[in-house]
């Protein structure tokens, strides 16, 4: 038992060291301190599993618990941040918690503000600006963004980018070109959302056969994943039976 307890104490140690190193919110010091093993398992869950998945999704996710367990504090940090050095990374990020706050015009004028000069092409500052572009509902700017970001960067990679773009080619009532970037997206993006989207898209076009193929293919492949996987996009996958029970 005492083993157990300096083992604990010694994992929360290594946390609050990562707290100092990532630059996360001091926040965190008082919960992996007062408390140390629920904290510690917050800690992962909120700061580190995003990190280690690499998903913008999963991070979005995360982000609305932390901002449940400490309302506003995300957005003081990058506020903070932007404050004392206005760069990209900062701009980025504090533009993504303003987001999240439902603040779209403070984050629009953010964004714009960052994209310019030598930056006005980067990356991920225009990913951003399409999310915001698509979720305000102007499906066509978000295009015609991720249009300009892959012109000017070729090689850059983003699932959720890629994504974004066949879900704003969508909307624009474009649904062939949709099925297209579905097709593509959904051989690299994790989970199931990119291959269910394809399927409804291919349902939306008229091609029921592939459709229904790809549903039921989801689901087979659901069955040989590990149930972490299953439990994880039992979202994607209630959908998936949803809209085969409406077909059938």
Partial sequence: ???????????????????FKSGASR???LILIFMPLIGGLAYFVIELL??????????????????????????????AA????????????????????GKTVEAEAIITGALKGLFKTEPTLLQLNARLQFESNRSAEAVQTLETLQEHNPDFRSADGHLLYARALEAQGRI????????????????????????HCLEIAGKHPA??????????????????????QKEWLDAVRNEMAQNG
């Fill in 1 to 19: 038992m005492e083993f157990i307890s300096i083992l604990i104490w010694l994992m929360q140690i290594a946390l609050i060291i990562h707290v």
């Fill in 82 to 101: 932007w404050n004392q050095s206005p760069n990209v990374d900062n701009g980025r990020r504090y533009a993504e918690a303003l987001m999240d706050a």
């Fill in 176 to 199: 062939n070109d949709a099925i297209k970037e579905y097709s593509a997206v959904s051989g690299y993006y994790p989970g199931v959302e990119a291959r269910y989207r394809l399927a």
């Fill in 50 to 79: 995003p990190q280690l998945s690499g998903s913008i999704t999963g991070q979005r996710a995360v982000r609305s618990v932390k901002q449940t367990l400490n309302p506003g504090a995300d957005l003081r940090h990058h506020e």
């Fill in 27 to 29: 926040f965190w010091i």
């Fill in 211 to 232: 459709a229904a193929a790809e549903f039921e293919s989801i689901l087979n492949d659901a069955k040989l994943a590990p149930p972490h996987f299953r439990k994880s």
